[in-house]
T-cell receptor, first 118, second 114 residues
Framework: DSGVTQTPKHLITATGQRVTLRCSPRSGDLSVYWYQQSLDQGLQFLIQ???????AKGNILERFSAQQFPDLHSELNLSSLELGDSALYFC?????????????????FGAGTRLSVL | QKEVEQDPGPLSVPEGAIVSLNCTYSNSAFQYFMWYRQYSRKGPELLMYTYSSGNKEDGRFTAQVDKSSKYISLFIRDSQPSDSATYLC??????????????FGKGTRLHILP
């Protein structure tokens, strides 16, 4: 068990809908990362938050947004869902510092949320 | 050319064999190299990481980096059925700057046949 908790495990929804994925990082970790994993694209970095603030952005669509709350849990909001958004969504966390060694930035992944858009 | 290339497999080998998994990359700025293992329906878990070139051994696993060829490898000795998983390589220039991200390969599916 990585210590990163993601809910729900599975989500089935329809096109055009909006969903929220939730992530609780490991105790003590300040950074949260969101990834999308599909068969053809592999693991794609979406966005990172560090101690409540957005730190880095990857290939995140405008229809997607995220936030990190004062208790450090994070939510990923996906709206106007399309068939192509069906994928596994992973959250990862790390201790994270403003700059630093790899050891403090090793990412520990949750078990993921499987999103199916029908 | 993609930043990180990894053969998706599947790779099937008999139990006890030595497994070689590889990635190539194009960004010469990459300094940190990692291997993650992902079991079906689970999140990736970090197996090993190395800095710059050279070898690193951890039990049955050896990670090797050849920066001159932009090529990294993971060797698994005495492979076991429990090693059956998808292996993802990952790399980053460093983590000092906001733009330094970890780039993952697509993963190689490995099957160890009993």
């Amino acid at each position: 068990d990585s210590g990163v908790t993601q809910t729900p495990k599975h989500l089935i929804t329809a096109t055009g809908q909006r969903v929220t994925l939730r992530c609780s990082p490991r105790s003590g970790d300040l950074s949260v990362y969101w990834y999308q994993q599909s068969l053809d694209q592999g693991l794609q970095f979406l966005i990172q938050y560090y101690n409540g603030e957005e730190r880095a952005k990857g290939n995140i669509l405008e229809r997607f947004s995220a936030q990190q709350f004062p208790d450090l849990h994070s939510e990923l909001n996906l709206s106007s869902l399309e068939l192509g958004d069906s994928a596994l969504y992973f959250c990862a966390s790390s201790v994270g510092t403003s700059g630093g060694s790899l050891a403090k930035n090793i990412q520990y992944f949750g078990a993921g949320t499987r999103l199916s858009v029908l | 050319q993609k930043e990180v290339e990894q053969d998706p497999g599947p790779l099937s080998v008999p139990e006890g064999a030595i497994v070689s998994l590889n990635c190539t990359y194009s960004n010469s700025a990459f300094q940190y190299f990692m291997w993650y293992r992902q079991y079906s329906r689970k999140g990736p878990e970090l197996l090993m990481y190395t800095y710059s070139s050279g070898n690193k051994e951890d039990g049955r696993f050896t990670a090797q980096v050849d920066k001159s060829s932009k090529y990294i490898s993971l060797f698994i000795r005495d492979s076991q059925p429990s090693d059956s998983a998808t292996y993802l390589c990952a790399m980053t220039p460093g983590l000092m700057n906001r733009d330094d991200k970890i780039i993952f390969g697509k993963g190689t599916r490995l099957h160890i046949l009993p």
